[in-house]
């Protein structure tokens, strides 16, 4: 196996994947280094929903969404809130990036096979005014075939690449330095871990058996972030968002660790925006774990009724799906970690969606017939009725009285008086009578309904929550649940990486998730979901065009 190729590619996720592919389109040879084994290819992606943001697309319109560039760009402004001098190359991402999902990213992905589930998902909707947080329309585009079906293409064309000898994969291989010859990054090195058949997503074994090192003309850093690593998210917890979390589950695979972040900042790159990241308030620990510390997301409609660990309603507009991270800054101001929905059978059935390919059979699978028992089936999905009966975090009783009694038992705290929980939620049904109310989520919910994909799939029609004909009652304790890293290493608009002296440096290019998704951040201090899949598809299609063409 030759030990040099025009461009070496430090991970095989679906960034390094979309970079290796562009090379091998241009007629260049791609070495793909990655420390896990063949079964893991395309990293986190994999696992993910496969959502994507896009606008103004044939889905939308269908649905009579009227959108447009200008209306996604200033969503994406008043949920990024650049203001830092180091902005300046996110922000010319975020633009460049919302022109992509506004012209070619949706013909770009069905030329090469890829399709959408009809209903689009209105994620992060804010709930402030024009210019502030959130979706003002819906846009969160699910893959048909969910993680899976976003990986599919790009591992077809590099297998295709590795077939005619262009791409090399080396599994196993973990980069531990760069190699800087005259001021240019020419190369890797590191450790030939044992092979190991543990399998996707299972953490494998560091057991080095030799070591390696590759030459190239240039290096493209596609690792991912940091959010595996929970030592590491507590050292970059931003003070805004209060004491870094004791205690927090896992949305990604071990490998998501941030090693490789630490040794390309160690060669001079320059990192940042670091304190950036997205972190989700409701996450449900896994009864049938993957990977350690194993937490699923709830995708939450509008209707269950939110509760801190003292009992209080979080306050408006902090509803589910509004502010994830306005969500997590208020959980942490109580004192305690974790927070509550209280709903009924009749919101879980409708409104529970579990992000990851894993707890989506249908979608995933691609099976139209058993999707289309979201909207017609008695109970909830069956991966959502399999946490409702065995997940740790899952009470269901009938009556408030036990269900307190039970939510105080699983915390600990003996914090909830039902008293005041029920004065809160009596409240709230009485204002459910009417379609013009003053319960601002209660506003939420009519509105949401007014949109046909909610109505079909994602809102219940409006009800009392303590009405026993929708029970039983549910109450899920939710926990904090690390995902991703928003900054990243400052990279301009073909990915080049900017050294710590603000000069680029000569062979080196960051794409996805180890650059912020582009430029070091082009979120900003908040994403408006389903973007970051397609950070990895532009960042890493711009580096792979760019090292391409410089490698001559
Ligand atoms: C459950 C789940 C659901 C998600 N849902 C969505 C969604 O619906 N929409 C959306 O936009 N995003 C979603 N995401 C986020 C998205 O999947 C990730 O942000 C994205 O896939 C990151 O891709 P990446 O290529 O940058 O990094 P990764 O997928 O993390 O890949 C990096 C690779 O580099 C390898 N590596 C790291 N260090 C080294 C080293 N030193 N040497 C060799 N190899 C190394 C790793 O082993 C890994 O394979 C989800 C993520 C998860 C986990």
Redesign the pocket.
Known sequence: MADEADVIV???????LVAATEITDAGKRVIV????GEQ?LG???F??????FLVDSPEQRRLGIKDSYDLALQDWMGTAGFDRDEDHWPKRWAEAYVAFAAGEKRSWLRAMGHRIFPVIGWAERGGYDAMGHGNSVPRFHVTWGTGPGIVEPFERRAREAQASGRLTFRFR???DALHITGGAVDGVS?AILASDSAERGRSSSRQIIGDFTLRAQAVIV????IGGNHDLVRQNWPKRLGDAPKNMIS??PE???G??IG?TEAAGARLINRDRMWHYVEGIRNWNPIWPRHGIRILPGPSSMWFDATGTRLPAPLFPGSDTLGQLQYIMSTGYEYSWFVLTQSIIKKEFAL??SEQNPDLTGKSWLMTARRATNKGAPAPVEAFKTKGADFIVRDNLADLVTAMNKLSGDNLLKLDFVKAQIEARDREIENPYVKDAQVMNIHNARRYIGDRLIRTAKPHRILDPAQGPLIAVKLNILT??TLGGFETDLDSRVFGHDGQVMKGLYAV???AGFGGGGMHGYRSLE?????G?LFSGRNAGRAAAKDAG
């Open positions: 430090v991970g095989g996720g679906l960034a390094g280094v990655e420390q896990e893991s990293g986190q992606a696992w993910s929903f496969g959502g994507l291989h973990r980069v590191g596609a690792s991912g972030g949305g990604v490998h998501v660790d090693r490789m040794i992000s990851g995902r991703k996805g998730e180890a389903g973007t970051f899949l397609g990895c």
